[in-house]
């Protein structure tokens, strides 16, 4: 005869099976019906070049770009999604270095939009205004003369041999269960063409 140990045992297996069956079903249904989102722009303001110093110990004087820009998209068919916990959305620019023809890939700037957000996200700049009255949703990005969060550099110091670049606002989906997934959101309509270093 069993014990009641032994049925406990059996029955918390049992339960612990069914559960990650219905999790794997879940994850697998929520991969297969992945909702597509309407590629949005990205708006270059204005990109400037000068001389500058990390914050760091140490770090020597170099050329480091800083830009304004706008970024236009609809996220809601990602965050309206069952299985969606948040989204990290991120700016990129990529380039390729004319003399050496190396390619980068820099985050300029960066966000977390969870589920649970109500609102838009309708920054200026770096400040988020108070949504209006009677406007429900999340997930629409409305970064107006957003600036870059990290400082963009080159790894040889100089963008002189930099021509242009393109700028790419990308997300990650973080599924409640599941592989994570990623996606272009906005594009710039065109590469965007590096300046002349400001001299001082």
Do not use: C
Request: glycine share 8%.
């Amino acid at each position: 005869m069993y014990s009641t140990l032994q049925r406990l045992n059996h029955l918390s297996s049992l339960a612990t099976t069914y559960i990650m069956i219905l999790l794997g079903l879940i994850s697998i249904a929520s991969f297969l019906s992945h909702p597509s989102v309407n590629t949005g722009n990205v708006e270059i303001k204005d990109l400037i070049i000068q001389k500058g110093r990390l914050r760091r110990w140490g770090a020597r004087q170099e050329e480091l770009a800083s830009l304004h820009f706008d970024i236009r998209t609809d996220l809601n068919p990602l965050l309206n999604s069952y299985n969606t916990k948040q989204l990290f959305v991120y700016l990129t620019a990529s380039y390729e270095e004319g003399s050496t023809g190396n390619a980068h890939e820099v985050v300029v700037w960066d966000r977390i939009i969870q589920r649970a957000d109500i609102r838009d996200i309708r920054a200026v700049g770096n400040k988020l205004p108070k949504a209006k009255a009677g406007r429900k949703g999340r997930g629409n990005v409305r970064v107006e003369a957003g600036k870059n969060k990290y400082q963009w550099r080159n790894p040889s110091g100089t963008f002189k041999d930099v021509e242009y670049a393109n700028m790419t606002l990308h997300y990650h989906l973080m599924p409640y269960v599941g592989v994570l997934s990623s996606g272009v959101a906005a594009t710039a309509q065109g590469p965007v063409t590096i300046p002349e270093l400001i001299k001082r």
